[in-house]
């Protein structure tokens, strides 16, 4: 397969895991692959996978900003937050649309936020989930994360609204529908949900399972999916960056994407007068 990498945009289907939805791309281009964040199993909507090296480039993606469609059901709260967990209490009061619509804007800019018992929070070297499932229950550590828009979109059903959510990594949309519920004294889980967009990939540019027998064609490049300056270096000076030398730079401190002899090679880390491979891809020539 040479040194092929790349970014392949699946629309993964409600009832998979993200981890399936990974083994898949896989199978089907017998390459190593990781997705650049999880999306639960009973949603559905935009996963992007690296294949071959691109996994390198987690950390330049992690923090982008992704858009959310959630349908939160209210009068109710389950042990998970979500619509596949056991329900602990029920009955509780629906808020109107006005009462919701007035208090949203409390939950948008960079706000405190207790993920759920059920995630993949680490506690002591263990997944919160895995202590949720034996039935210890542990007090997780609020975290910081950034709500862009938090937008009520419709009434789905008596009990049950849509929202439309843009947010930043790690934001954990089933403790918006804990939180939001809370604040106007009464429960709600998360009942549906739709990753729309994350980063570059949006639902647009995503691919059904059933397409990746031709996954070669939609291999995305993995210079576009981010943003960074660019430096391509040719001959005697591009040969000492693949042998992970340093070279003396006179522009300013910073990371560049990497090109060499014009082909993307990775990201550059420019320091003091120097600059050097940081993150190497060696990305196939056909990109």
């Known amino acids: 397969m040479g040194d092929i990498s790349g970014f392949i945009n699946i629309n993964k289907p409600t009832g998979m ?7 898949k791309v896989k199978r089907a281009t017998g390459m190593p692959c990781g997705h650049m964040g999880t999306l639960d199993p009973m949603a ?11 996994s390198r480039l987690f950390n330049y993606l992690i923090d982008k900003e992704k858009i959310y469609r959630a349908e939160f059901t209210f009068g109710a709260e389950t042990d998970t937050l979500d619509g596949t967990g056991t329900v602990l209490r029920g009955g509780l009061r629906v808020p109107s649309e006005g009462e919701i619509v007035s208090v949203l804007g409390e939950f948008v800019g960079n ?3 207790v993920p759920p018992q059920y995630s993949a929070k680490s506690v002591n070297g263990v997944r919160a989930y895995q202590l949720a499932r034996r039935g210890e229950y542990m007090e997780l550590q609020s ?3 950034r709500v862009v828009a938090f937008e009520l979109v419709q009434r789905k059903a008596p009990n049950a609204f849509e929202f439309l959510i843009r947010c930043g990594g790690g934001t954990y949309i089933r ?13 709600a889980y998360m009942s549906a949900l739709v990753r729309e967009k994350s980063g570059f990939f949006t639902l647009e540019n995503s691919i059904d399972l059933q397409e990746l027998g031709n996954w070669r064609q939609y291999l995305i490049a993995p210079d576009s999916v981010f943003e960074l300056p660019a430096l391509d270096f040719d ?3 591009a040969r000492k960056l693949r042998n992970g030398l340093g070279l003396p730079f006179d522009g300013k401190d910073g990371e560049y994407k990497l090109y060499l002899d014009d082909d993307f090679y990775g990201i550059a880390q420019a320091k003091d007068g120097n600059i050097r491979a940081k993150v190497k891809l060696c990305a196939n020539s056909a990109f």
């Open 17 to 23: 895991s993200s981890a399936a939805a990974v083994s």
């Open 44 to 54: 559905s909507g935009v996963l992007p996978v690296a294949v071959g090296n691109a």
């Open 111 to 113: 706000i405190e936020q």
């Open 143 to 145: 975290k910081t994360v």
């Open 175 to 187: 403790a918006l529908a804990r939180d939001l519920a809370s604040r106007l004294d009464t429960a």
């Open 235 to 237: 001959g005697g000076d």
